[in-house]
Nanobody
């Protein structure tokens, strides 16, 4: 089993910054792509950003130029630096990753429980 624990959410004013972290622990052989999703009240969950093990990244158009995803493979941790936050960024942010527990098995998809980000004055 693998656990993902997010941290770093909170209340921030428009234009402010927050840094989210997501640490994976448990039975880990290798972690493939790590990603952040978010779900705003009354809306479907959407992809925010992803990063491969090699460091290639992708972003939703709505966050390009404001958010930066990074990862520390030695710590099995992914980060999301969020700058120039807007009220529409308010959501629960979830960490997602595929983990291989041994070399012979396919990756298994895991989700964190989420961390709330509120952007409001």
């Amino acid at each position: 089993q693998v656990q993902l624990v997010e941290s770093g959410g909170g209340l921030v004013q428009p234009g402010g910054s927050l840094r989210l972290s997501c640490a994976a622990s448990g039975s880990i052989f290798v972690i493939n792509t790590m990603a952040w999703y978010r779900q705003a009240p009354g809306k479907q969950r959407e992809s925010v950003a992803g990063i491969t093990r090699g460091g290639s990244t992708n972003y939703a158009d709505s966050v390009k130029g404001r958010f930066t995803i990074s990862r520390d493979n030695a710590k099995n941790t992914v980060y999301l630096q969020m700058n120039s936050l807007k009220p529409e960024d308010t959501a629960v942010y979830y960490c997602n990753t595929g983990v291989k527990s041994n070399p012979w098995r396919d990756p298994v998809d895991y989700w964190g429980k989420g961390t709330l980000v509120t952007v409001s004055s």
